[in-house]
């Protein structure tokens, strides 16, 4: 299989349009990201992934910058440095300060240290914190 190859607003189909219209109308932007013109080779993934994307970050318990903070700490502990880049510069422009940014990378290392340690020691889970 040849590697895809991103879709440009120019030669999407309109169910492909449409979705890049909903994208660039709620974000206030003038063109796609590339995730999402790659995404557009599937329109049905791609329509998907975007409603829930959207519904998932809107704001709700969790304010945006939040969100976009532990969207980069999945993405750090995934590997994905596509996402990581794209979500930082999210938090960024939703507040995130150069030392929140530290910290975070902080109990991102933290936690995945930890968690590798207890999964290698097979440590069973104190009754304290089963709910």
Known sequence: MSKPKPIDYADASPPVRAVFDDIMTTRNVEDVNNFWKYLANDPV??????????????????DPLVKEMIYVAVSVTNGCGYCIASHSASAAKAGMTPAQFGELMAVVGM???TNRLVNGYRVPIDLAFET
């Open 45 to 62: 993934t791609l329509k998907r992934t975007w409603e829930s994307l959207k519904e998932v970050m809107a704001p709700g318990a969790l």
């Open 111 to 113: 936690a995945n240290a």
